[in-house]
């Protein structure tokens, strides 16, 4: 089990679209998980549900809000503060280095893109699917994509555990998120409550997009 904790990768851009996405995502979930109405509720009816999208309609008890918007407030939504803490975490240590690259306005966008295409890929593997899908790991794995390609150097400092052994290395970030990826495939069919199928597709996303601009201009420094 590995965790990242840093990387030793400066910007020059002050990451505010990557700190407001922070901001956004801890807000909606201490207020579903504050509210009276309770957690289950909103993500039933905010969710992503893959075959109210296939079948263009769904008969649950909570009213819904229409499919379209599901596919932008699933993304910010958590079902757990271990979920949104873990997520929160690889936003800031990879989102802001991939901001700095694009620049604010597109790396909005490009978030947006790894996670709507992600959520996509979940329902076209899963088309039956009524359970709600929730999380920003869809557009967040597009960053990890993106990061693989511009800073594949990168030291990454990391906690490494097995049981009870513990230890903190520096790994360059094309081993980790290398392992990553390789971990989210390996866990296909193992179920979990996990979208995988999620993870794999905004970080192929993010791969093609930042490989698309790459043709066309250079990074502003490499790592």
Request: with cysteine.
């Amino acid at each position: 089990m590995f965790i990242p904790l840093k990387d030793e990768n400066p910007t020059l851009r002050y990451p505010i679209v990557t700190l407001s996405l922070i901001v956004a995502n801890c807000l909606v979930f201490f207020y579903q998980a504050l509210s009276p109405n309770g957690l289950e509720y909103y993500v039933l009816k905010f969710g992503i549900i893959p075959y109210e999208i296939t079948h263009l309609h769904l008969d649950v008890a909570v009213p819904r809000v229409v499919w379209p918007i599901s596919l932008l407030t699933g993304m910010f939504m958590h079902g757990s503060l271990f979920h949104l803490l873990g997520n929160m975490l690889y936003l800031w240590i990879f989102g802001n280095n991939v901001e700095d690259y694009l620049g604010h306005w597109r790396f909005v966008f490009f978030y947006l893109a790894c996670g709507l295409t992600a959520s996509l890929v979940q329902v076209a593997v899963y088309p039956n699917s009524t359970v709600p899908m929730i999380g920003a790991s869809g557009a967040i794995a597009g960053l990890l994509g993106a990061y693989l390609l511009l800073y594949p150097g990168a030291r990454v400092k990391t906690l490494v555990f097995l049981f009870f052994y513990f230890t903190v290395i520096y790994v360059p970030a094309w081993v980790l998120l290398s392992l990553w990826f390789v971990l989210q495939v390996s866990n296909i069919g193992l179920g979990g409550g996990v979208a995988w199928f999620a993870h794999i597709g905004g970080f192929l996303t993010g791969m093609g997009l930042i490989s698309l601009r790459l043709k066309r201009h250079r990074p502003f420094y490499y790592v």
